[in-house]
């Protein structure tokens, strides 16, 4: 006798949803710790633990708001994406800055630059570089902790309006009960 066996292959819709559900976080998992090696020291001490700020952040707001969960996972995800990439760029940006001269940055322009211009240069870029390492993670706990906020207020208010009509409903202006 033989096994018979039902096989169906996976619709597109199927493996994008198991691409999302498991594919995605992992790949975002992965970028993180490429990054933070390849950021050395800087990124175990601010990189990573912002990350981690971001990613428990997107776990609480979507534990509390389990209506909009699902946005908050995507975003959560979407965000630390960017943020990783974002300082890699930044990196990448320094790196190259980091071996101009003021005559290189003379000829580029086509007119005199003084002498202290490829350190500033350089400076500039590595003063955003730490903004940008500090200021999207805390930006996005702020949103985070925002939505929060307004979608409590946002349920006691329909609480307060739904106990409100309750109480128009029981007790019309014209003394005739329901």
């Known amino acids: 006798m033989e096994k018979i066996t039902y096989r169906q292959g996976m619709s597109s819709q199927e493996f994008a949803a198991y691409f999302f559900a498991v594919g995605f976080p992992a790949a975002v998992l992965v970028l993180s710790i490429v990054i933070v090696t390849r950021f050395g020291q800087f990124g175990q001490n601010l990189i990573a633990p912002m990350t981690a700020v971001m990613w428990g952040a997107g776990a609480v707001c979507a534990i509390i708001l389990p209506s909009h969960r699902q946005n908050i996972i995507t975003e959560t995800h979407w965000t630390i994406t960017g943020y990783l990439l974002g300082m890699f760029g930044l990196q990448k940006v320094v790196q190259l800055v980091s071996g101009t001269t003021s005559e290189m940055l003379a000829a580029t322009y086509d007119q ?13 870029l590595e003063y955003m570089l730490w903004i940008v390492a500090v200021m999207v993670p805390i930006g996005f706990v702020v949103m985070e902790g925002k939505k929060i906020v307004l979608f409590r207020r946002k349920i006691s208010k329909q609480k307060f309006f739904d106990q409100l009509r309750g109480i128009r409903e029981e007790h019309p202006k014209n003394g005739k009960g329901r």
């Open 112 to 124: 005199a630059m003084p002498a202290a211009s490829n350190a500033s240069l350089s400076g500039f």
